[in-house]
C-alpha cells in the first residue's frame, strides 16, 4: 500500500522557518519527481516546489529565495524547508510523487503563519 505521510506544519510567526518532510511508503522513491503542493481557504491547490529523479528543482515564483526542496532516498523521505515566513504561505501543504501513469498524495499538513 503506498503512503505519503506530511509533518513539520504548525503555527509559526512571520519571518520564522519551518521544515516540512513526507514519508514516502510503498514506492521506490528514487523514481520519482516529488512536489510539494498547497491549498489555502477557498483556493485551488497550487505547485509550490518539485525535484525530479535527478535532484533539479523547480520552483514557483512567490518561494524562491525562501523555500528549498530536497530528497533523501535512503531515507525515502522528502522535505520542504520553508523560511522568511508569511500570511500569504497559511495553507494545507500537500506531498505528491509522479512517476510515469502513477500518482500518490499525501493527506496534508497544516500551515498557518500568523502573529
Known amino acids: 500500500q503506498v503512503q505519503l505521510v506530511e509533518s513539520g506544519g504548525g503555527l509559526v510567526q512571520p519571518g520564522a522557518s519551518l521544515a516540512l518532510s513526507c514519508a514516502a511508503y510503498?514506492?521506490?522513491?528514487?523514481?520519482?519527481?516529488m512536489a510539494w503542493y498547497r491549498q489555502a481557504p477557498g483556493k485551488q491547490r497550487e505547485l509550490v516546489a518539485e525535484?525530479?529523479?535527478?535532484?533539479?528543482?523547480n520552483y514557483v515564483d512567490f518561494v524562491k529565495g525562501r523555500f528549498a526542496i530536497s530528497r533523501d532516498n535512503a531515507k525515502s523521505t522528502v522535505y520542504l524547508q520553508m523560511n522568511d515566513l508569511k500570511p500569504e504561505d497559511t495553507a494545507v501543504y500537500y506531498c505528491?510523487?509522479?512517476?510515469?501513469?502513477?500518482?500518490?498524495w499525501g493527506q496534508g499538513t497544516q500551515v498557518t503563519v500568523s502573529s
Open positions: 510503498g514506492i521506490m522513491l528514487k523514481f520519482y519527481t
Open positions: 505528491n510523487g509522479k512517476w510515469r501513469g502513477f500518482e500518490y
Open positions: 525535484i525530479s529523479s535527478g535532484d533539479t528543482t
